[in-house]
């Protein structure tokens, strides 16, 4: 039997954030199983409890799934017995399966070690999701990740780009999806203030040190210093307009 959770206002205006990113992007499908890629984070278990809500207006029925990848990191085994409950709870299957993402960093040495974790742990969920028959797989990327994804694009990688909200994978065999790409973060953090849902960190040894955390820092400071800033970034991403862009200049040197 599935445990019922209380509905705050601030729980129920997610869910309709939810709902509406789904419907937007066209992201659940009439027979889709779903499988949500779960973290031990605050962000992947809120999203499980939202897209369990009976009410949920998405017209197709879908099944849904929930799988942990253990990583090698120390969190990994408190994460994975939190999860297995938590998800017993909601009534959700439970998967577990093992990557040694560690050796994958000692190979690729300390250059990108979040995009290397990140890539490995969303191609271990695609190789799995195809033994369980699911053909979308969900991840817990909210608005404010989109923001520091398009900055550090920007900053780091010489174009201007976010977090898709629904692509596709291997000639559409399999989508992943991002359906909290409109709710805010400091609403899933008083979510689980006010639910009482566990929140690990993983226990990477680079956590804290990244790229995006200079971002958060980066961004943090500007929204203090301009109010309205995080809602004018978030609309530049739908807003933009080509004729005001650049072409790619005709001599290399050009751009340095």
């Known amino acids: 039997m599935t445990e019922r959770f209380s509905e705050s206002r601030n729980y129920l205006n997610m869910h309709k954030r939810l709902e509406t990113a789904m419907s937007d992007y066209r992201m659940i499908n009439e027979g889709d199983h779903l499988l949500v890629g779960m973290s031990g984070g605050k962000d992947s278990s809120v999203m499980l409890k939202l897209l369990t809500r009976k009410k949920v207006e998405i ?99 010489n174009n201007i780009g976010t977090i898709p909200p629904n692509s596709d994978f291997f000639n559409g065999e399999f989508r992943i999806i991002r359906p909290m790409v409109y709710i805010h973060e400091h609403q899933i953090k008083k979510e689980v203030a006010d639910s009482g849902i566990k929140s690990f960190l993983s226990g990477c040894p680079y956590e804290g040190n990244t790229e995006r955390d200079y971002v958060k820092k980066l961004l943090k400071s500007i929204y203090s210093h301009r109010k309205g800033a995080k809602k004018s970034i978030f609309r530049s991403m739908f807003n933009y307009d080509p004729e005001y862009l650049l072409k790619p200049p005709s001599k290399e040197s050009m751009t340095k």
């Open 59 to 157: 017209k197709a029925g879908f099944k849904i799934s929930a799988c942990f990848v253990r990583q090698g990191f120390v969190n990994d085994e408190s994460i994975e017995c939190y999860l297995r409950d938590f998800c017993s709870k909601l009534g959700v299957p439970f998967y577990v399966i093992d990557s040694d993402v560690q050796k994958l960093l000692k190979e690729k040495g300390r250059s990108k070690p979040c995009y290397t974790c990140s890539r490995n742990r969303r191609m271990e969920l695609l190789k799995f999701a195809g033994s369980i028959k699911a053909n979308v797989i969900a991840f817990g990327h909210h608005r404010d990740d989109l923001i520091e994804t398009l900055m550090m694009n920007i900053i780091f990688s």
